[in-house]
Structures are given as structure tokens and as C-alpha cells.
């Protein structure tokens, strides 16, 4: 990527002053007939049913990775709970992923739940993600591959797993890995030879917002790195005398862990064609409704947690994902916030999760049926196959290319453009993301204006 192609626009000169105030279209009361409730519970599992029946065309069933972002205390972890019951009362068979030490999904399920997957009730198993115990599986397939072609001689097998601790990065590198292995993002392209617990629904409840937006927006930003790597293998005496035995080691230890990329017999070229494709189908995953669904959790009470959400909404979109939703736990004695709504997250659809007491025996059964947890529960059925809002839109006509940007001040975003015009690189809350341009919207930006929480760029 040449530098002499590229040109920095700031944003600020190029906005407008002219403010755009709010919709207002979710701040109507929510309508409850208790004669029909009963009816829509019915409608509500046989849609929600339909997640785990038309993802493949092979008619094979595809898992739906779930998770929540939010400030901490804003009721990330109990709206996780809250959706993992929904979907296994549903008739789905759940599994509530844990990446930290919080042992609040204990009490809310009254069960132990250790680094192996747990049944808690009826269709819902629980697991928590410890990268101590989880960094200790590769290395012992690579020490075994290792010890097929004799590439370290013995190095490899002098390394004492138990004695290494976790360097920052590991937690996202592992819990990717894991999650990767629990939904299988690359299953069409991956072949897996060993028989694994197959799930409808996995619920992600990570250690912060922040490493799980990293963690979404992996497969996309490693696409790049890849490329250079490529360059670095194919063109240089070094990649070219070390990257054959790399592929070797890394093939046979994922020939020993289950699962094989078919790289016997490859030439290198193919080999980083397939790696390629695979990380393609990675990134585009997250934009699937039907596969990823992402929801933001507030605190109504609080304005750093209802500004961190929707920083939070903006960022995900940054990453190559979007957001479903937004959730707010009710007050407690209210009767499930009957009529109110979320303010400033609309378009998002929002929903209030019944305030649940940690100290109390806690009778789910009770809690999903009751008629507070009706528009929770609407929500996460009704956007489980709907389609998010469009993060960005192209209008060739008046060439002008609208970016959905939530949560951004105009001072924090820029705007880049490389390879002749042909791209948009967008940088704001510390994420990178590129937006190739039709050819009828190639060129160079005339100006652009904040409208309703959209950059709104004019192309020339």
C-alpha cells in the first residue's frame, strides 16, 4: 500500500453545523393483551424455532453465536443469562460461554460451572472459558507433531505447558479458538474428524466490551496481514526456505487436533488461496443475522453507561458487524417497565430484561412466562432472522455514500482514500474499516456532513 496514494480528509472541515434531531419512532407505548399472550409465546418458539432449520443448504444445522456489550455493571452478564433460558425453553439447544471469573451465572443457574460443558437444565449447558487450562491443548498437539517430523529436535518437548502463564492478547486468541471449535465458523471449509456437542445457540458473556469487538473484527483485519505475510513467504529467501515447514507443522498438528485444511500436495499459492477464503467466510459470518446477532445493554439510570452503548454500537460496526438491539434491566418492584422504551437508540428495536435477584431462588419457569419478560423476549425472537440496520448505503444518482456512525463526535473520525479513489478507509474508536466503492461512486470526496448519527460523504 503506497503511501504517494494515499490522501487524509479531516472530517471537521468538512462537516456541517446543521443539527438533526432524533427519531422518535420507538418512544409509542407497548400495547399488552394478556387474552393473546399465550398464543404469541406459541408463534414466538416456532420462530424461533426456524433459526436452527434453514441455515444450510445442505439442511444441515448451523449454530448462531449471541453476545452483549455494554459498560461494566450495565447488565451484560444477566441479559446473557436471560437469552440463554429464552432459547432453551425455546426448544433450542443452548450453551452460556463465560470468559471470566464473575460467579454471578452460578447463582442466577444454581450450578457449578467448570471448563467443560455443563448441563444446568433442559436444553442449556454452561462452560467457562480459563486460557491457563486452554493454551495447554495446541501446544501438546504441536509437541506431537513435533515429535512425527523431528522439526525442533526436542525443543518443542522441553517446554513445560503448566508453568506458562497468560501474556495480554491470549484471552482473545483463546477465546476465539474455543468459541471457532463450540460454532463452527469455518465448518464448509475446515474439515472437523472428530465428533464434537453440536449446539442451536451459543451466548458469549466475554471478559469486556472491548476485547469481544476485537474479537469480532478479527477475521477481517488478519485478511490484511495475511496479504503482507503472502509477500513476505513468496518473495524473500527467508519465507521461502522457513514457510514449507511451518505448513508442515502446523498441518500435522491440525491433522492430530481434529480437523484438516487439506494442504498434502498444495503448491504454497493454493495454500494461501484456502487460508484466504477461509478468512473471507470468517468475516463475513458476522454480518449474517441467521449466524451472529449482538445486542447493547444500558443503564438507563446512569449516562456513561447510555453513551458507552452507543460508542459500543458504532464500534461494532467498525468491526464488520451490527448490532440487533439494545437491552436495559427493569428497575426492581417495576411491573417489566410496561411502555417504556430506551431512549436515543432508536432505530434499534429495545426491550427490558425483568430485574432478577442473585440472593433470591430464582424460579425460571415463572420468570420467562410472566408477562414482564414478554418484550425481551419478543426481541431476541423477532431479530433472530431480521436484517440490522444497513451500515452503510450507496446512492450512485447523487453520489453520495451514507455511513451509519452511532456514538462518534465529527472531530473523532477520518477519512482516507487509497488505490485511486476506489476505497474509503474509515478510522474512529480505535478501529480501521474499509468500504470499497462501486465504480459509479469511485473518486475523490467533496465534502461531508453528520445527518441523524450517518456521515453523509458526497463523492465528485
Not at 54 to 77: A, M, P, Q, R, W
Not at 94 to 103: A, R
Not at 267 to 295: N, T
Not at 440 to 450: D, E, M, N, T, Y
Amino acid at each position: 500500500m503506497s503511501s504517494s496514494t494515499v490522501q487524509m480528509l479531516t472530517t471537521s472541515s468538512l462537516f456541517s453545523t446543521q443539527n438533526y434531531p432524533y427519531s422518535d419512532i420507538f418512544n409509542q407505548p407497548i400495547k399488552r393483551i394478556k387474552c393473546v399472550a399465550k398464543t404469541r409465546r406459541r408463534k414466538s418458539r416456532m420462530e424461533i424455532l426456524a433459526m436452527a432449520s434453514d441455515n444450510s443448504v445442505k439442511n444441515e444445522k448451523s449454530t448462531k453465536l449471541i453476545t452483549f456489550l455494554g459498560k461494566g455493571g450495565s447488565g451484560k452478564t444477566t441479559s446473557a443469562i436471560f437469552a440463554a433460558q429464552h432459547y432453551a425453553m425455546s426448544g433450542l439447544k443452548t450453551c452460556l460461554v463465560i470468559h471470566s471469573q464473575d460467579p454471578t451465572a452460578e447463582y442466577l443457574l444454581n450450578c457449578k460451572i467448570g471448563t467443560s460443558p455443563i448441563t444446568c437444565n433442559d436444553n442449556l449447558s454452561a462452560v467457562r472459558l480459563e486460557t491457563t487450562k486452554m493454551l495447554l491443548e495446541p501446544l501438546n498437539k504441536l509437541k506431537q507433531a513435533d515429535a512425527r517430523l523431528n522439526m525442533t529436535q526436542g525443543v518443542l518437548e522441553g517446554i513445560v505447558g503448566e508453568e506458562l502463564g497468560v501474556l495480554p492478547g491470549m484471552d482473545s486468541i483463546f477465546s476465539s479458538l474455543a468459541l471457532e471449535q463450540l460454532v463452527g465458523f469455518f465448518e464448509n471449509m475446515v474439515r472437523q474428524n472428530r465428533k464434537k456437542e453440536k449446539f442451536d445457540i451459543i451466548i458469549y458473556d466475554g471478559m469486556s466490551t472491548e476485547e469481544t469487538i476485537r474479537m469480532i473484527g478479527a477475521t477481517s483485519k488478519a485478511r490484511l496481514y495475511l496479504k503482507y505475510l503472502r509477500n513476505l513467504a513468496e518473495k524473500t529467501d527467508l519465507g521461502r526456505l522457513a514457510s514449507p515447514s511451518l505448513l508442515r507443522l502446523a498441518e500435522e498438528a491440525l491433522t492430530l487436533s481434529g480437523s484438516n485444511l487439506n494442504l498434502n500436495g498444495n503448491m504454497s499459492a493454493e495454500i494461501w488461496d484456502l487460508l484466504e477464503q477461509v478468512l473471507g467466510r470468517g468475516s463475513k459470518i458476522f454480518a449474517e443475522p441467521k449466524r451472529f446477532g449482538c445486542y447493547v445493554v444500558v443503564d438507563r439510570n446512569s449516562p456513561v453507561s447510555m453513551a458507552s452503548a452507543l460508542r459500543y454500537w458504532g464500534c461494532i460496526i467498525q468491526a464488520g458487524a451490527q448490532v440487533s438491539g439494545a437491552f436495559a434491566l427493569a428497575s426492581p418492584n417495576s411491573s417489566g417497565e410496561s411502555g417504556a422504551t430506551i431512549e436515543n437508540f432508536s432505530p434499534l428495536p429495545s426491550a427490558f430484561v425483568p430485574h432478577i435477584s442473585v440472593g433470591a431462588h430464582l424460579d425460571w419457569n415463572k420468570i420467562m412466562r410472566d408477562s414482564h419478560s414478554e418484550s425481551a423476549r419478543n426481541l431476541l425472537t423477532v431479530t433472530a432472522h431480521k436484517a440490522s440496520i444497513p451500515p452503510v448505503t450507496f446512492d450512485p444518482t447523487n453520489k453520495i455514500v451514507t455511513l451509519l456512525m452511532p456514538g462518534f463526535d465529527k472531530s473523532e473520525i477520518k477519512l482516507y482514500q487509497f488505490r485511486g479513489g476506489s476505497e474509503l478507509l474509515v478510522e474512529a474508536g480505535d478501529q480501521r474499516r474499509v468500504i470499497r466503492l462501486p465504480s459509479q461512486l469511485q473518486g475523490k470526496v467533496g465534502g461531508a456532513k453528520f445527518a441523524d448519527r450517518s456521515l453523509v460523504i458526497t463523492m465528485r
